[in-house]
């Protein structure tokens, strides 16, 4: 576009010719034009670039801004870099907020199949896996490079390593940058949570939010590892590694995949799925027979001289055995205990009580749990009732999808939401 061209050619310019009001009139009005855009789109990741892509489609001239040299950081790495970019089966069910109602408008709107036609459009290959997630066959980058085809087609502007100094707000948004000054009449906050910062994550989205008044819900990590004082678990730090197929229940809610142990505590899927309803001060349950009825099993082996180890290692790896019960006296010949002994052994195995010190923090966690307060924008274009223009997508709001593809599928949809209306 000429406004990067110029912009790119002439930013020593612009600094040795502020303020405007000593230029010439006429020159002055055709560098405010080259400044001026209709949206103005912070964060170049999945929301961002969706709702770049649909405003783009209405005709609307689209500039992306982002602070990193790379843009999709969160695409290119996630699914072990196969992108796990949606879920077969997605409802407000499988999301986290204050108000679990906020989130149905944009996802019926823009739903699964939607995305899914987007990438056939594409020809990007795909399978699905286990509990509906889908993963590209080859690379997460050509999510990205379809992304990016998708912003040429629709004239969007995307500038990278662009640090915003300062936002102000009249009739329009006045944005100065360490390149230019900018202006919008719509903008929106697609800047994600605080989590895996390594990758760039920071508070901006919340530090917007609360210059213009809006409320914030909390953040905290999500889909993250538990950690354990060393007393709670010790013996267990040296199986790291070891995964167990395992229930694992807290506030109400299970789930059922692998728990993976590590020399700081508990993760896996399990794990990270029952992290993002996790409190500080809450215990978790851990079924670690689930679908198997452990009492009928040692009752069938009660009058013989079975070791209790041998019994349970018949169910759960050998090394976990050994240090489940060595917490709980040993083993012994299975004759040697008493029904009430073996109840209570039963019990303890399908709900072994733990609680956790702690998570391993936003380094770790793969999404933010909490957020702009769903209260303070309309679910239909994600736009605050506050501040004309300001819209917030993807998961800078307080909406937070369960592991398997659904906040990939929220940031397609709030960000398309966003799309249809700035």
Known sequence: MVTTLFLRCNTKLFACLQPFDLLDKRISSILKALMKT??????????????????????????????????????RISGGGRCNFTNRSVNASNFISQNPHFCKSALARFAPAN?????????????????????????????IQMLLEECRKANVEIQTCIHILRIEK?????????????EASSLVIATGGLSIQKLGATNYGLRIA????????????????????????????????????????????????NMLLTHRGLSGPAIL???????????????????????????????SKKQLATILEQF????FVKVWLELRGGSNPMNQYSLIELKELA?????????????????????????????????????SKKVTGLYFIGEVIDVTGWLGGFNFQWAWSSGWAAGQAV
């Open 38 to 75: 209709d949206v103005i789109i912070i964060g170049a990741g999945a929301a961002g670039l969706m709702c770049a892509i649909e405003a783009g489609k209405r005709g609307r001239s689209v500039l992306v801004l982002d602070h990193n040299k790379k843009i999709g950081e969160k695409i």
């Open 115 to 143: 995305f899914i036609a987007l990438i056939e459009k594409y020809s990007i290959q795909y399978h699905e896996r286990e509990h509906g997630q889908l993963f590209c066959d080859g690379s997460a980058e050509q999510i």
């Open 170 to 182: 009249d009739t329009s948004f006045h944005l100065l940058t360490d390149h230019m000054p900018l």
């Open 210 to 257: 609360d210059q213009f008044g809006i409320n914030i819900v909390s953040p905290k990590p999500g889909l993250v590892p538990l950690t354990f004082h060393s007393k709670d678990f010790e013996g267990f730090k040296d199986l790291s590694g070891i995964s167990i197929d395992a229930e694992v229940r807290c506030n109400k809610i299970s789930f059922r995949e």
């Open 273 to 303: 799925q029952i992290s993002s309803y996790w409190n500080p001060g809450d215990s978790i349950s851990v079924n670690l027979l689930p679908g198997i009825n452990i009492l009928d099993a040692l009752k069938e082996d009660h009058p």
């Open 316 to 319: 759960l790896p050998s090394r």
């Open 347 to 383: 019990r303890h195995l399908s709900d072994w009580q733990i609680t956790p010190s702690g998570t391993e923090g936003f380094p770790k966690a793969e999404v933010t749990v909490g957020g702009i307060d769903t209260d303070e924008l309309s679910s239909k274009t994600l736009e």
